[in-house]
């Protein structure tokens, strides 16, 4: 059975750090592209960080570069994201997805796999 589950989210003040974890079960990191997104308020789904599954290049959306950094422990089946310098725009449902064949990573529909999300709310 495939699961994804996300944990580590939480309210924190404008200017801090959050880790969020992804651990995985039913497959393997290595045969799929992982990626977070996040909903906010009102607003569409967006990508924010993904690994490739073939080259294992990690890409960064432009609201994450700089301050977020994605990484994989392969023997753990778990994927991070570690969030610096949080600002309130940065509040939302965090997501992690899984997908065997994706060719854009920054769509949604091309993931097959999803958690059920970790609220991470940055307030003063």
């Known amino acids: 059975q495939v699961q994804l589950v996300e944990s580590g989210g939480g309210l924190v003040q404008p200017g801090e750090s959050l880790r969020l974890s992804c651990t995985v079960s039913?497959?393997?990191?290595?045969?799929?592209?992982i990626a977070w997104f996040r909903r906010a308020p009102g607003k569409e789904r967006e990508g924010v960080s993904c690994?490739?599954?073939?080259?294992?290049?990690?890409y960064y959306a432009d609201v994450a570069k700089g301050r977020f950094t994605f990484t994989r422990d392969n023997a753990k089946n778990t994927v991070y994201l570690q969030m610096g310098r949080l600002e309130p725009e940065d509040t939302a449902v965090y997501y992690c997805?899984?997908?065997?064949?994706?060719?854009?990573?920054?769509?949604?529909?091309?993931?097959?796999?999803w958690g059920q999300g970790t609220q991470v709310t940055v307030s003063s």
């Open positions: 997805a899984a997908g065997s064949t994706v060719i854009s990573v920054w769509l949604p529909d091309e993931y097959d796999f």
């Open positions: 039913g497959f393997t990191l290595e045969g799929h592209t």
């Open positions: 690994i490739d599954s073939p080259s294992g290049t990690i």
